[in-house]
């Protein structure tokens, strides 16, 4: 009964408070879809060269500084960032905003062909990821095998026929599949035996 003799005797108060409360509820319905699912679209392009056998010295000199000289001719770039690591040279490329990504990626690809060319014979292609909303998992689902003896490619099984399925029902636009971890022996002997495969 209070509530009402208020709301009777400042009429233009509740009045406020109610549009205060629209106003509010639209902005966070509005804004909702941008808190649960924001739209990073960062300009960051990934490229990592492995290389077997090079230290982080020779991963610079042999190949990275190629990939460094080279990128800066792509349109709207801004940094290029690179760290050498053991067998593996890492760049990351930094773009304007509002660069077109499509147009970057074909030239960032581009330009790791015409670096390759000044490289040590043998090197391989190098991995190179666009860092987006699409590229980064939103779950894992982990399968396990509760007896020992199995084979570790059991686990695999399921991830063609089940997994693609209950994700698509589910909204997810791609799946990707990671392998499983295979079993290893290491085995120690003369190097003369193990040379020949007989260890």
């Not at 009964?1 to 409360?21: E, F, K, N, Q, T």
Request: overall charge positive.
């Amino acid at each position: 009964m209070w509530l009402l003799r208020a709301a009777l005797r400042s009429p233009i108060s509740v009045v406020v408070i109610v549009l205060g409360v629209a106003l509010c509820s639209t902005l966070a319905i509005t804004r909702m879809p941008v808190d649960i699912f924001p739209n990073l679209n960062l300009p960051v392009i990934y490229v990592a060269q492995p290389f077997g056998g090079m230290s982080p010295a020779q991963m610079e000199g042999y190949l990275v500084y190629y990939y460094e000289y080279h990128f800066l001719y792509i349109t709207g770039i801004e940094s290029v960032e690179s760290k050498s690591i053991q067998n593996v040279g890492l760049l990351k490329l930094v773009f304007h905003p509002g660069t077109d990504m499509s147009q970057a990626m074909a030239q960032t690809v581009g330009y790791v062909d015409r670096a390759r060319a000044f490289m040590p014979p043998g090197t391989v292609s190098p991995f190179i990821m666009r860092f987006d909303a699409g590229s980064v998992p939103v779950g894992y689902l982990v399968f396990s095998s509760a007896t020992r003896r199995r084979n570790p490619g059991c686990c695999t099984k399921p991830s063609p026929t089940f997994v693609r399925h209950a994700a698509r029902s589910l909204g997810a636009a791609a799946v990707r599949r990671s392998g499983t971890n295979h079993r290893g022996q290491r085995r120690s002997g003369p190097p003369a035996r193990l040379s020949h495969g007989t260890g």
